[in-house]
Every structure is written in structure tokens, then in C-alpha cells.
């Protein structure tokens, strides 16, 4: 099973002010075959179900706005907010989706206004 | 609009059986995998198994082979997860999932909420 490790697991954030969330793998996300980075980004706002915010390390799901972006690259991944806003206020979940069927999630990071 | 409506609350005691249900509005059911994920209480997300409902291939997360039975009815556009024994332990949140290959979760339902207790 590929592990997926969070840091911070709670990131308080004033806001206006940029957030950067990270994620490691325990195995490389790049497939050998296509080039593509199999890491996606979740937001559990509270109260809601999760929902895709960005999907193959760097694409945007249809919707979100482009103050999040993700980067990184093999094992190593980062998910910024540029300017924090008081709706992005919710916890953080990485996915690994190299792995199919056995995708995982990290634990979990939970952003909150200062 | 894609949807994913899930069936309701249950509560249920201990050894008893459960079948819960997702069914799919807005989208062409058998083109897709679907999945389960367990939410338990202030936890994190856990993938239990997907399914494909054109051929009803069902694929099991090592922690759930066993203990759950994934299911799907492509003529009612509608996926299902039942335990035939529930135990404390399975109480918790399920999200069906609509999984895209190039783009991973897309769509969520609500979340069905099962508690079990004696």
C-alpha cells in the first residue's frame, strides 16, 4: 500500500495571506507510461461532502478557482493557496491514484482562520 | 447536472445486515467506476472498493475484502454496499464516488450516515 503523509495536519491561516499544504508518497506518482503525475488534492468543507479540487498534480477541477494550484513532482507534492479566503476554510486531503484500485488518502490537513 | 443521491440515515444493532444505495442522475452509468469511501467519526477518507457497473468487475481495498460486498444494477443506474453482520466499528459516514481516470473523484454523493450501536 502506498502511504501518503500530510504536513502540517492543522494550518491556521490569517486571511488574504498565502497556504501551502504538502504531501509525500512512499512510492513515486509518476506513471512510466503517459508521463502523468497520479496525485489529486480534496477539500472537505464543514458539513459537506469532499470535492475534487485538483486532479493530476497540476489540473484545476471545473470550478475552482485559480488561487489553488498544485506542483511538485515523484513523491513530493504541494497544494498553495495564493490568497487564503474565508470559504476555503475545511480539511485538505491528498490522493494517490497510480496505485489502481488501492488509491489512498492522506491523513487529512485542516485549515482555519486566524 | 451529474448527481449522486444516496439512500438515508440508518441505525442499526450489532449483527444485524444493511444494504445502502447510490444512484446516479445525469450521467451514462456503465461508462464509469464507482466507489465507496468510509468517513468514520472525525477520521479521515478510506477508499473501500470500486465497481464497474457495465460487467459488475468489483475490486476490494485489502482492509475491506471480506467484510463488505460492493455492488451495482446498471439498469437502475444504482450501486450498493451491504454488510450482512454490522459491528460498532462500521459506524461511520459513506460517500459514493464517480471515479474519471484522467481526473480521480469528480463526483460525491451526500453521504449516507450509519450508526450502530446495541
Known amino acids: 500500500e502506498i502511504v501518503m503523509t500530510q504536513t502540517p495536519l492543522s494550518l491556521p491561516v490569517t486571511p488574504g495571506e498565502p497556504a501551502s499544504i504538502f504531501c509525500r508518497s512512499s512510492?513515486?506518482?509518476?506513471?512510466?507510461?503517459?508521463?502523468?503525475?497520479?496525485l489529486d488534492w480534496y477539500l472537505q468543507k464543514p458539513g459537506q461532502s469532499p470535492q475534487l479540487l485538483i486532479y493530476?498534480?497540476?489540473y484545476r477541477a471545473s470550478g475552482v478557482p485559480d488561487r489553488f494550484s498544485g506542483s511538485g513532482s515523484g513523491t513530493d507534492f504541494t497544494l498553495t493557496i495564493s490568497r487564503v479566503e474565508a470559504e476555503d476554510v475545511g480539511i485538505y486531503y491528498c490522493?494517490?491514484?497510480?496505485?489502481?484500485?488501492?488509491?489512498?488518502f492522506g491523513q487529512g490537513t485542516k485549515l482555519e482562520l486566524k | 447536472e451529474v448527481q449522486l443521491v444516496q439512500s438515508g440515515a440508518e441505525m442499526r444493532k450489532p449483527g444485524e445486515s444493511l444494504k445502502i444505495s447510490c444512484k446516479g442522475f445525469?450521467?451514462?452509468?456503465?461508462?464509469?467506476?464507482f466507489g465507496w469511501v468510509r468517513q468514520m467519526p472525525g477520521k479521515g477518507l478510506e477508499l473501500m472498493g470500486i465497481?464497474?457497473?457495465?460487467?459488475?468487475?468489483?475490486r476490494y481495498s485489502p482492509s475491506f475484502e471480506g467484510q463488505v460486498t460492493i455492488s451495482a444494477d446498471k439498469s437502475l443506474n444504482s450501486l450498493y454496499l451491504h454488510w450482512k453482520s454490522l459491528n460498532v466499528a462500521d459506524a461511520a459516514i459513506y460517500y459514493c464516488?464517480?471515479?474519471?481516470?484522467?481526473?480521480?473523484?469528480?463526483?460525491w454523493g451526500q453521504g449516507s450516515l450509519v450508526a450502530v450501536s446495541s
Open positions: 464516488v464517480r471515479l474519471v481516470s484522467e481526473a480521480g473523484f469528480d463526483h
Open positions: 445525469g450521467l451514462i452509468f456503465t461508462s464509469y467506476w
Open positions: 465497481v464497474y457497473p457495465a460487467d459488475s468487475d468489483v
Open positions: 512510492q513515486s506518482l509518476l506513471g512510466s507510461d503517459d508521463g502523468n503525475t497520479y
Open positions: 493530476s498534480l497540476s
Open positions: 490522493m494517490q491514484r497510480i496505485d489502481f484500485p488501492f488509491y489512498t
